[in-house]
């Protein structure tokens, strides 16, 4: 299902980053933060850029929710 390859895929590229990853000081990720015009999440000592809301993000995210909840139709699973 190209739903699991998408997981997979996710799963290798977030290892990828997190090994390039410099770890940062909670004050570090704050001065940072301040002077950009990009929000970032702060986990661990790694800054990761988070997603914007833009036409193509939203697009992704209503398709992903439909194959999701169409996938457990029937079941006991809610999504």
């Known amino acids: 299902m ?3 390859r998408l997981a997979r895929l996710s799963l290798a590229s977030w290892d990828t ?3 390039r990853a410099r770890r940062y000081t909670a004050e570090g990720y ?3 933060e301040e002077k ?3 929000r970032h999440e702060f986990f661990e000592g790694e800054i990761f850029a988070m997603a914007g ?3 193509v993000h939203n697009i992704l995210a209503g ?3 439909i194959a999701l909840r169409q996938s457990v139709r029937g079941k ?3 999504v």
């Open 30 to 32: 704050v001065a940072l």
């Open 36 to 38: 950009s015009d990009v």
């Open 17 to 19: 980053l997190r090994l």
């Open 2 to 4: 190209w739903l699991t």
């Open 63 to 65: 398709n992903l929710y």
């Open 76 to 78: 006991k699973c809610r």
């Open 53 to 55: 809301a833009n036409i």
